[in-house]
């Protein structure tokens, strides 16, 4: 069975501060990805990698970033956290199969206070 | 407009009723459409996957796809209390190889009511 592991369920950060969300998949996935959660705008792409230190930009990656130096691990970094990144983040992978689906953590709730 | 709408809800219904979750979208290059299922505090796990239009069921889900009028359905017949959950609407344009980007509805949120 696939499993997606987010380090943190709850974390609390203050404005300013660089903030690592850590996501490790078990599957050999080529492919991973970090989502955003919020009421009212369900899930929104911020970065996905389709390979060892490949990235590319989703809808919204304004203010984040990452780096996927392992295939297991995609690493999604606040470079300054704002108020407005309070949210819960979703990683996800998923393999390269036609009908391989997304396979998703438990999120990461992140305040920034 | 967004490239999806899906009706947040909540939906409340009794035990064994039947459920219709719905969402259309503008994009008409969509052509692979999923149902996600949201427990609480828990991530998304893919319920049903359809390719193109038609009906695909398993068990006591249903999921419909009307391309014409840009229309996807999921149906849950003899609901139960473990039912309830976020259901989310996806749906991408190109095969699911490689980082293909799926675009989301909101989620509903749906409670079946013992």
């Known amino acids: 069975d696939v499993k997606v592991t987010q380090s943190s369920r709850y974390l609390v950060k203050r404005t300013g501060e660089k903030v690592f969300l850590e996501c490790v998949q078990d599957?050999?996935?080529?492919?991973m990805f970090w989502y955003r959660q919020d009421p009212g705008l369900g899930l929104r792409l911020i970065y996905f990698?389709?390979?060892?230190?490949?990235?590319e930009k989703g809808d919204i990656p304004e203010g984040y970033s990452v780096s996927r130096e392992k295939k297991e691990r995609f690493s999604l970094i606040l470079e300054s956290a704002s108020t407005n990144q309070t949210s819960m983040y979703l990683c996800a992978s998923r393999g390269t199969g036609r009908v391989s689906p997304l396979h998703f953590g438990n999120g990461t709730r992140l305040t920034v206070t | 407009q967004k490239e999806v709408e899906q009706d947040p809800g909540p939906l409340s219904v009794p035990e064994g009723a039947i459920v219709s979750l719905n969402c259309t979208y503008s994009?008409?290059?969509?052509?692979?459409f999923m149902w996600y299922r949201q427990y609480s505090r828990k991530g998304p796990e893919l319920l049903m996957y359809t390719y193109s239009s038609g009906n695909k069921e398993d068990g006591r889900f249903t999921a419909q796809v009307d391309k014409s009028s840009k229309y996807i359905s999921l149906f849950i017949r003899d609901s139960q209390p473990s039912d309830s959950a976020t259901y989310l609407c996806?749906?991408?344009?190109?095969?699911?190889?490689?980082?293909?980007?799926?675009?989301f509805g909101q989620g509903t949120r749906l409670t079946i009511n013992p």
């Open positions: 996806a749906m991408s344009s190109g095969t699911f190889q490689g980082a293909q980007k799926l675009v």
């Open positions: 994009n008409s290059a969509f052509q692979y």
């Open positions: 599957m050999d996935h080529e492919n």
């Open positions: 990698s389709y390979d060892v230190k490949m990235k």
